[in-house]
């Protein structure tokens, strides 16, 4: 039993990403504003849509409209009508502090039972065109509350599909993992022989090709949510693809030969070659072009609030629990392929 602690292990990490992953909720946040156009002298009434939010339940709300560091408008007659929706009246100022130009302001929003939350960009102001004092701008916000219980954070765009960040990217973290090993044993097998390790090298190259498809799938589906298509022909995307393409290459070199030593020989050198590709093709080209893909062409990666300490508990073990049950799947194929090896030199039916 202690020996297999690892297979264990990486199951139950598996187990815990499935139920964390599905069963914590997010954190409440804003969905929608309306009007989102204003003028600089209007008396605003926002209507907010808010998501897992408990307006009624609330005892007391506040709401900003944020115009720049040192610049807030206080929101007034704040009133709810259902547990989602919230109506706030904002007496814009004039002029504005920067003149004669618009500026997108982000609404802040506070409550003792869902916390703050905020929508950037939320209402575009413009300026009067008069010269006319009017409103106050305030210079500071505070009471802000802290929201209760366990929550992943709350994202415009993605919502409840922010939940694929458990499977999509560790899936592509443990192919990569799996390449390198497979990539070690290799070499191994060029130095010193042995079926094993040939074996090993098969083994993990098919599981990697495994959790390649089942992240292009997942990203595909991640992609039609946020992008409006599941495949728009981004860079990512598409060297993504080149790189499972690459390694699907090294399943057909192996049975291009019938001799077992020049099957192994060769396949093993080419996986060498696949994994040296495999850097520019998922880590340097997708940079150095335009994309969509968080952490490529100048978009940043997942982290700070994006990918907050209650994420990172369910991230990290799922990078390793599909690790490892990927390093498990690949010593059950490797052993299925030693007993058929095995046969198959003793002239047995298997």
């Known amino acids: 039993m202690l020996k297999h602690w690892w297979k264990i292990l990486g199951a139950l990490l598996v187990l815990y990403t499935l139920i964390a992953g599905f069963m914590i909720p997010l954190k409440p946040g804003i969905q929608e504003v309306t009007p989102t156009n204003a003028q600089a002298g209007d008396n605003l009434s926002l209507a907010i849509t808010g998501y897992n939010s408990h307006f009624k339940d609330a005892k007391e709300i506040k709401a900003w409209l944020k115009y720049d560091s040192t610049h807030y408008i206080v929101g007034e007659n704040i009133r709810d009508s259902t547990q989602t929706l919230l109506f706030v009246d904002f007496k814009i100022p004039t002029p504005l502090p920067i003149q004669n130009e618009s500026r997108r302001m982000t609404l802040i929003l506070t409550n003792e039972v869902d916390g703050y939350s905020l929508l950037p960009d939320a209402v575009e102001v413009v300026p009067m065109g008069i010269d006319t004092i009017m409103g106050q701008w305030g210079n500071t916000i505070g009471g802000l509350h802290e929201v209760k219980g366990t929550t992943f954070p709350y994202r415009n765009i993605l919502y409840e599909t922010i939940r694929n960040l458990f499977f999509h990217v560790p899936l592509w973290f443990a192919m990569i993992i799996l390449f390198f090993f497979s990539t070690i044993y290799g070499i191994i097998y060029l130095i010193l022989g042995n079926s094993r390790n040939d074996h090993m090298v098969l083994s993990l190259n098919q599981v990697g090709i495994l959790y390649g498809i089942l992240g292009l799938v997942t990203g595909a589906i991640w992609a039609n949510w946020t992008w409006g298509e599941p495949w728009s022909g981004d860079v990512k995307q598409n060297m993504s693809a080149v790189a499972i393409l690459v390694y699907l290459a090294y399943l057909v070199l192996r049975n291009a030969f019938d001799d077992y030593e020049q099957q192994a020989r060769y396949s093993a050198v080419y996986n060498i070659f696949a994994f040296v590709a495999l850097i520019p093709l998922l880590f340097v080209l997708p940079r150095l072009y335009d994309s969509l893909h968080p952490g490529n062409g100048g ?20 990078i390793i629990g599909w690790t490892l049950l990927g390093a498990w799947m690949a010593q059950l194929a490797r052993r299925y392929m030693a007993l058929k090896h095995a046969a198959l030199e003793k002239d047995v039916d298997f």
């Open 299 to 318: 978009n940043p990666g997942f982290g700070g609030e994006d990918l907050d300490n209650t994420m990172r508990m369910v991230f990290y073990p799922a």
